[in-house]
T-cell receptor, first 115, second 112 residues
Framework: ETGVTQSPTHLIKTRGQQVTLRCSSQSGHNTVSWYQQALGQGPQFIFQ???????GRGNFPPRFSGLQFPNYSSELNVNALELDDSALYLC??????????????FGEGSRLTVL | SQQGEEDPQALSIQEGENATMNCSYKTSINNLQWYRQNSGRGLVHLILIRSNEREKHSGRLRVTLDTSKKSSSLLITASRAADTASYFC????????????FGAGTRLAVHP
């Protein structure tokens, strides 16, 4: 069983640029959630995708957007990067409702630095 | 905004001692979960307790939940140096399928 994988692991961007982060969900999981974790803080919920549709969003501006593909992999896009966007971005997957235990399965994250 | 607040923010103990971390939250929940994170890497699920449960055990972990006080505690018994990590509580809000709200975490250091 393949776990959640994220790419890239590290990247550096400058203010105003755009970034795309990618996530492959665990085999058999159709729900993907994205979290932002600033240094020294807990993860903050960005949004969740279920069967290719956005299924809930946290308190993040529209320049944070996402996609989920038919194979349930997902992308997080951030436009017009700001210094405060520097963080660890975590992707987590979970199975459909019939198999859901409530647990999230996290990838190792993508560390974004905005200069 | 963060739903859960962990206490203490940092904890330093010797191997073999027990470590207790507390978590408080604000609104009704489906369940409360504890996760572990090693040095800025991905989070690993430790244990989940449902809103109708009061206590749960898993190996050296013991979790309690008091919904009247909106609080939970995580006890790690006989700690090991390998337990050194950050520990986060996360709540799944009522009506919030798999959407977890995390606290700021407790940084645990276990010294040999």
């Amino acid at each position: 069983e393949t776990g959640v994988t994220q790419s890239p692991t590290h990247l550096i961007k400058t203010r105003g640029q755009q970034v795309t982060l990618r996530c492959s969900s665990q085999s058999g999981h159709n729900t993907v959630s994205w979290y932002q974790q600033a240094l020294g803080q807990g993860p903050q919920f960005i949004f969740q995708y279920y069967r290719e549709e956005e299924n809930g969003r946290g308190n993040f501006p529209p320049r944070f957007s996402g996609l989920q593909f038919p194979n349930y992999s997902s992308e997080l896009n951030v436009n017009a990067l700001e210094l405060d966007d520097s963080a660890l971005y975590l992707c987590a997957s979970s199975p459909g409702t019939t198999k859901n235990t409530g647990e999230l399965f996290f990838g190792e994250g993508s560390r974004l630095t905005v200069l | 905004s963060q739903q859960g607040e962990e206490d203490p923010q940092a904890l330093s103990i010797q191997e073999g001692e027990n470590a207790t971390m507390n978590c408080s939250y604000k609104t009704s929940i489906n369940n409360l979960q504890w996760y572990r994170q090693n040095s800025g890497r991905g989070l690993v699920h430790l244990i989940l307790i449902r809103s109708n449960e009061r206590e749960k055990h898993s190996g050296r972990l013991r979790v309690t939940l008091d919904t009247s006080k909106k609080s939970s505690s995580l006890l790690i018994t006989a700690s090991r140096a390998a337990d050194t990590a950050s520990y986060f509580c996360a709540t799944e809000l009522s009506g919030g399928y798999n959407k977890l709200i995390f606290g700021a975490g407790t940084r645990l250091a276990v010294h040999p």
